[in-house]
C-alpha cells in the first residue's frame, strides 16, 4: 500500500506540480492563473487577491503557493501586466501583500496563448469548473520563460531565452535553413560564456559586470541570474572577512538599476579587485542546464533545438486548426446569406402564406429552395428552413440585395485566402511569427552579453599575505604561532597553499597551513610545490656513505608520513634551486690521488620520492662546499624532468650498488686511512648540528 501511494504522489508531483509542459511551457499553476486571468478580462486591472481567489476553484492548494507564483510570472514580464510593488529580482525586495497590487493579462498572451475552440478542457480537482489541459501557445513559451522545479527524483532548470532569437529560430526552421544556436537571456543581464551550454545539456558561466571608476573604485552594474544585490553584497562582505579581497567600504545604491560600489584602500587597484571578485565572490557563478519537461503526459530530458523543433510543429497545427475552424465559419456564413437572399429574393415566404400546419410550411420552403440548390455549397437543413423562417417582415422589407451580394463576395474571398493559407502552411506561419516579432520584439531586447571568458582561478590570484611562524623550541607551526626568534622570518603563503615538513630522517609529511599544530623537531618546512625538485646530500650513519639525489614530492597524501631516504640515514644539505654544484672536501688522506668530490646535481638523473640516492662517497667528509647556488628552478629547462611518475615508482631502492663510484672509493678505505685521533679531530671540524630547524623558501 505504501509503495503504492508514493508511486502516486510522485506521479502527482512530477506531472501536476514541479515541471512544465513542453507545449505551452507553464506548470500547472500558472496555467490555471492564466486561464483565470484571461476569464475575467475586461482591459482593466484587477487585484491580485481576487484574482488568487478565482485560481483556487482550479488549483487545489493554497494561496500562498497561487501568489508567489503569480508574483514570479508576472515579474519575467512575458504574459501579464502588473501596477504596484511586485517585489525588485534585482535587490531581492518582496512584493507587496496581494490586496495592494493589480494585474491583468498581456496583449501577447491573449494573442498567442488562447483559443477556446481548440483547447482540450477537463474537470476541476472538484468537478466544478473546467480547466485546459494545455494552452495552445503559437510561441516557444517555455524557453522564452524558463523554468526550474524539484520533484520526486529528477529536477529541472531551464533558461530563460531571448524572445527575438527564439522567434527568428522557429523562422529558420520553417524556411528549411539550419537556425542559429540560441542562448540563455536573462532580465538581470551580466556577461555569459556558453562555450559549454551544448544545446542546454551543459552548462554556463555568468559574470556580474563590473566597471572600474578609476584606480580606487568599483562599481557592480549588473549581476548573475542566481543572486540578488542583497545576496552579492553578502558574499563580498564574507570574502573581506576572511581577507581574500581588500576593500574600504561598499555601499549598495541599487533600485530598478543595481549599483554597488566597492572603495578600494591604499595599495589595492580596482584591475586586481575585479578578479578577486569574480574568483572568491558571486560575482561569477556556474549554473547546469537541466532541460526536462512533460512531454506527451511522460517527463523527459530535451534539448533546446528539440524544444524549438516540437514548438514549431505545435505552431503548424495550432494555426491549421484554426484555420479549418475558420474555413467552417466562413462556409456556415456563406451559407446562411445566400439562402436568405434566395428566399427574400425569390419571394419564397409568399408560398408558405396559405399553409396551415408546421409540416406543410416547411415542406413549401424546401421546395422554393431546392430550385436555387446550384447556388449553395451543402444539403439544405430543417435548422437552416426553420432560421429562414424566424426572419421578421422587417427585415425582408428593408433587405439590401446589393450589399448581400457584396458581403458574400467577400466571404468568398476570405474563403480563398483561407485555403490558400492551408496549403502554404509554412509561409503562412512565417509570416505570423514575423508579425509577431514586429509588433512585441522592440519590448525584448537582449539583456545578457554573450562572451568568451577567461577562467579566473582562486588558486592563481591568491594574495599571498598569510604568515606562518615555527615555534623551533616548542616545535608548533601556524598562523597563531609565535616564532622562537624575534628576527625571525615568516614563511608567506597563500590559503592554498600546503606545507612541506621534512626532518633530518627524511620523514615527510605534507599539511595544511594550520592555525597552530605540534610537529615535533622539524629541520625543513618548505611550501609544496608538485613540480619543484629537490636535490639532496645525506649520509649513512651505520657505513658513513654519502649519497646524493634529485626527486620531487609530487602525489601525496595530506598528514600522511613518507620517508625520501632509508633508514639510519640523515639528511646533511638541501636545495631548491636548479644547477646546484657542491664539494664534498674529505678528511686529507695521502693515500688518495683526490681529497675533494664533485657533484653536480644536473649530472644526477631524477628520481621518485621514495628511491634511494646515487652514491657518492664511502670517506669520511670533512665539509660541503657549494660552488654553485644555481638559480631558482626552471621547469621549461629541465628535459630529464619528462620521465613519468609511473616509471619512477618503479624503481628498486637499493639499486645504490651499481650507481656511479668515484675514483678515490678504489684506492683505500676509511678504516685503513684515519687512526682515532684523527677522527675525533674530523668530528669536531664538521660537527652540524643536526637538530636545528630553519624555514627554506
Request: charged share 30%.
Amino acid at each position: 500500500m505504501v509503495a503504492d501511494y508514493y508511486i502516486e504522489y510522485a506521479s502527482y508531483v512530477v506531472k501536476d506540480r514541479a515541471i512544465p509542459d513542453v507545449d505551452d511551457g507553464l506548470k500547472p499553476v500558472q496555467r490555471r492563473i492564466l486561464h483565470c486571468l484571461n476569464s475575467i478580462d475586461d482591459g482593466r486591472f484587477n487585484r491580485v487577491a481576487s484574482t488568487i481567489g478565482d485560481t483556487m476553484h482550479y488549483h487545489p492548494h493554497g494561496d500562498q503557493s497561487i501568489g508567489d507564483a503569480l508574483v514570479v510570472l508576472a515579474n519575467k514580464e512575458y504574459f501579464i501586466e502588473k501596477q504596484g510593488n511586485f517585489g525588485n529580482i534585482l535587490t531581492g525586495d518582496g512584493a507587496a501583500a496581494p490586496r495592494y497590487i493589480e494585474c491583468r493579462i498581456s496583449p501577447l498572451a491573449k494573442e498567442t496563448l488562447f483559443n477556446k475552440e481548440i483547447t482540450e478542457f477537463v474537470p476541476s480537482y472538484d468537478g466544478r469548473s473546467q480547466e485546459p489541459v494545455c494552452l495552445p501557445a503559437k510561441i516557444p513559451a517555455l524557453l522564452m520563460l524558463g523554468s526550474d522545479g524539484i520533484a520526486v527524483g529528477m529536477t529541472t532548470t531551464i533558461f530563460p531565452h531571448n524572445f527575438n532569437e527564439l522567434l527568428d529560430a522557429q523562422i529558420d526552421i520553417l524556411a528549411g535553413r539550419k537556425p542559429k544556436p540560441v542562448y540563455p537571456d536573462f532580465l538581470q543581464g551580466g556577461i555569459m560564456d556558453v562555450t559549454e551550454y551544448e544545446d542546454g545539456a551543459g552548462r554556463i558561466r555568468v559574470r556580474a559586470r563590473i566597471e572600474p571608476d578609476g584606480d580606487k573604485k568599483i562599481v557592480i552594474r549588473e549581476i548573475p541570474p542566481t543572486t540578488t544585490s542583497e545576496k552579492l553584497l553578502e558574499s563580498i562582505e564574507d570574502a573581506a572577512k576572511k581577507g581574500k579581497i581588500k576593500i574600504s567600504s561598499i555601499a549598495d545604491f541599487s533600485t530598478d538599476k543595481v549599483a554597488i560600489e566597492l572603495a578600494l584602500p591604499r595599495g589595492v587597484y580596482s584591475e586586481d579587485t575585479i578578479r578577486e571578485l569574480y574568483a572568491y565572490t558571486n560575482c561569477e557563478v556556474s549554473i547546469n542546464s537541466v532541460l526536462r519537461v512533460i512531454k506527451d503526459d511522460v517527463p523527459m530530458l530535451m534539448t533546446v533545438s528539440e524544444v524549438l523543433e516540437r514548438n514549431t510543429e505545435k505552431l503548424v497545427e495550432y494555426l491549421t486548426a484554426e484555420l479549418k475552424l475558420e474555413e467552417e465559419k466562413l462556409e456556415k456564413l456563406f451559407h446562411e446569406k445566400t439562402l436568405a437572399q434566395i428566399f427574400i429574393e425569390n419571394r419564397i415566404y409568399k408560398r408558405i402564406e396559405k399553409c396551415e400546419t408546421l409540416e406543410t410550411i416547411f415542406s413549401e420552403t424546401r421546395k422554393g429552395l431546392l430550385q436555387h440548390k446550384d447556388k449553395l455549397r451543402r444539403e439544405i437543413t430543417d435548422e437552416d428552413v426553420e432560421k429562414l423562417l424566424q426572419i421578421p417582415i422587417r427585415r425582408i422589407s428593408l433587405f439590401d440585395i446589393n450589399k448581400n451580394e457584396t458581403e458574400i463576395a467577400k466571404i468568398l474571398a476570405d474563403m480563398d485566402g483561407v485555403h490558400d493559407h492551408l496549403e502554404h502552411i509554412k509561409p503562412f506561419a512565417i509570416e505570423y511569427l514575423t508579425n509577431i516579432k514586429e509588433k512585441y520584439g522592440k519590448n525584448f531586447p537582449r539583456r545578457t552579453e554573450i562572451a568568451e571568458l577567461d577562467t579566473v582561478k582562486a588558486r592563481d590570484i591568491a594574495r599571498k599575505d598569510i604568515k606562518v611562524h615555527h615555534d623551533k623550541i616548542n616545535y608548533f607551526i601556524g598562523t597563531n604561532v609565535k616564532a622562537s626568534a624575534k628576527d625571525a622570518t615568516p614563511l608567506v603563503c597563500t590559503e592554498f597553499d600546503k606545507l612541506v615538513l621534512l626532518r633530518n630522517d627524511g620523514s615527510c609529511r605534507v599539511i595544511s597551513v594550520p592555525e597552530k599544530e605540534y610537529i615535533g623537531p622539524t629541520k625543513f618546512v618548505m611550501i609544496a610545490d608538485r613540480s619543484q625538485i629537490y636535490s639532496i646530500i645525506y649520509r649513512d650513519k651505520k657505513s658513513g656513505t654519502w649519497y646524493a639525489k634529485r626527486f620531487r614530492i609530487g602525489q601525496y597524501m595530506l598528514n600522511k608520513e613518507y620517508n625520501i631516504i632509508p633508514p639510519d640515514c640523515i639528511i646533511e644539505q638541501l636545495f631548491t634551486n636548479d644547477g646546484v654544484v657542491v664539494e664534498l672536501q674529505l678528511i686529507a688522506s695521502k693515500r688518495r690521488s683526490t681529497n675533494a668530490v664533485r657533484v653536480d646535481f644536473k649530472d644526477i638523473a631524477l628520481r621518485s620520492r621514495d628511491a634511494r640516492g646515487i652514491r657518492v662517497t664511502v670517506y669520511q667528509v670533512a665539509n660541503v662546499v657549494v660552488l654553485n647556488k644555481g638559480s631558482k628552478f626552471d621547469e621549461s629547462s629541465q628535459e630529464e624532468e619528462d620521465t613519468s611518475e609511473d616509471a619512477q615508482q618503479q624503481e628498486d631502492p637499493q639499486q645504490d650498488q651499481a650507481e656511479a663510484t668515484t675514483p678515490e672509493q678504489e684506492e683505500a678505505t676509511p678504516e685503513q686511512e684515519e687512526t682515532p685521533p684523527e677522527q675525533e679531530k674530523r668530528k669536531l671540524k664538521r660537527r652540524i648540528d643536526e637538530d636545528k630547524p630553519f624555514f627554506l623558501e
